[in-house]
């Protein structure tokens, strides 16, 4: 079973930064997708940035430019870089991690969430 801690989130000032940390426990994390979404009051989850067991990555279009997600499989951790922080990035970060056999996901996990307010 595949346990998912977030960390890093806070309260920033527009344009600032934060780095958001995913730690995962378990042995087989390297075979697994992992993607960060967010929820703010009122809205539906959305898929902010994923990156896939070799490394590749896919962004929202709106944090393109401004957030970078990556990953150390030594360290069961994927990170995501926020730059230049606008107050519509406020909500409630999730890490998601997944693994697929074939074309069925077999494994499906969330962490707690980590609260991101951007405000001045």
């Known amino acids: 079973q595949v346990q998912l801690v977030e960390s890093g989130g806070g309260l920033v000032q527009p344009g600032g930064s934060l780095r958001l940390s995913c730690v995962a426990s378990?042995?087989?994390?390297?075979?697994?997708?992992v993607g960060w979404y967010r929820q703010a009051p009122g809205k539906q989850r959305e898929l902010v940035a994923t990156i896939g067991r070799g490394g590749s990555t896919n962004y929202a279009d709106f944090v393109k430019g401004r957030f970078t997600i990556s990953r150390d499989n030594a360290k069961n951790t994927v990170y995501l870089q926020m730059n230049t922080l606008k107050p519509k990035d406020t909500a409630v970060y999730y890490c998601?991690?997944?693994?697929?056999?074939?074309?069925?996901?077999?494994?499906?996990?969330w962490g707690q969430g980590t609260q991101v307010t951007v405000s001045s």
């Open positions: 998601n991690a997944y693994r697929m056999s074939g074309t069925s996901r077999v494994e499906d996990h």
């Open positions: 378990g042995s087989i994390f390297r075979l697994f997708v």
